[in-house]
């Protein structure tokens, strides 16, 4: 079974293909970044989430998250960790037309605004001529500027943390393997950018030459926060009005008519409504999931 989260916005869906401004963006630290390679479907966009309906219990369906996130206003940080998932590529081959996709990450925004600013690593199945393979990587994304791939090696298995930061004018996003000790940063502008929601996500990326979501790969199960990978102080995120947890933004949870200063818990489906990502909930310290 999988394990993954979201939060959803329970207004009229965000549009992934969105047009929004461009982003201005300048290296901070550690290597050089690099377009999508060969092995990717281009562009490969990780984009706000589309709401798909809601169940009895509050919990909410996306057609291209699965995680947790949290609704207030002017947020200033957010961290993460997670453990990179191994994906079964036989059970999900990538084939000539398309890769199979799961992105994991955490980030500001994309609930009910258009822009997202994230960073985290993906698990997929590429096509090669010799057969599907797994492939594993890591990547930021200012959306709607381009994602990009960091000169990072990921394997399955290795502990990941990451950040990201409002300061100024700023968006700052890094990323640490912790299994191998090397990270990467990145800044940025992003203009329009709501800072009205953080995030920890699995995610199918977009788009198909349909413009329609990636299919997700199959990654098993993928676990994130201090109680799964031992890092500390993660899933926490910082608002105008809170510091904490996950579990800090509620115990209040986001309903239809409820989106703002709430928790959310989300799980993926298909356009028809079937399960692709099931979200088991939070732990009892409300870190982790």
């Known amino acids: 079974m999988r394990i993954s989260t ?6 009229p869906a965000v549009v992934i293909a969105a047009v929004f401004a461009c ?31 809601m169940h009895p219990d509050n919990s909410v369906d996306s057609e291209n998250w699965s995680g947790y996130a ?26 000539r037309s398309t890769n199979a ?8 925004d994309g609930y009910s605004s258009s822009t997202v600013e994230q960073i985290g690593t993906d698990s997929d199945c590429a096509y090669t001529k010799d057969g599907s393979v797994a492939s594993y990587y890591a990547w930021y994304e200012f959306y709607p500027a381009a994602s990009r791939d960091i000169d990072l ?29 090397k990270s990467y940063t990145r800044t940025a502008t992003v203009r329009g950018a709501a800072r009205s929601s953080a995030e920890w996500i699995a995610e199918s990326p977009c788009c198909t030459r ?3 979501f990636l299919p997700l790969s199959d990654f098993g199960t993928v676990s994130f926060g201090e109680d799964h990978t031992g890092v500390g102080s993660t ?6 009005s809170a510091s904490g947890a996950i579990s800090v933004f509620g115990p209040t949870q986001c309903t239809q008519s409820l989106s703002s200063n709430c928790v959310a818990q989300i799980n993926m489906v298909t356009s028809g409504g079937t399960a692709e990502d099931n979200n088991l909930g939070l732990s009892g310290d409300g870190t982790s999931f």
């Open 23 to 53: 982003t201005g963006l300048a290296q901070m630290a550690n290597g050089p970044d690099r377009p999508a390679t060969a092995t990717h479907i281009s562009p490969r966009r990780h984009g706000p989430m589309r709401f798909h309906g």
């Open 153 to 181: 090696t990921i394997s399955p298995g290795d502990q990941m943390s990451a950040e990201v930061s409002y300061s100024g004018s700023e968006f700052t996003a890094t990323i640490n393997d912790v299994t191998t000790g």
């Open 101 to 108: 996709y799961a992105a994991f990450w955490v980030g500001i």
């Open 235 to 240: 899933n926490y995120a910082t608002d105008s």
């Open 6 to 11: 979201a939060i959803g916005f329970f207004g």
């Open 70 to 95: 949290v609704t207030g206003s002017s947020f200033t940080k957010v961290t993460g960790s997670w453990t990179v998932p191994a994906v079964n590529c036989s059970v999900t081959p990538g084939t």
């Open 210 to 212: 349909g413009q329609q």
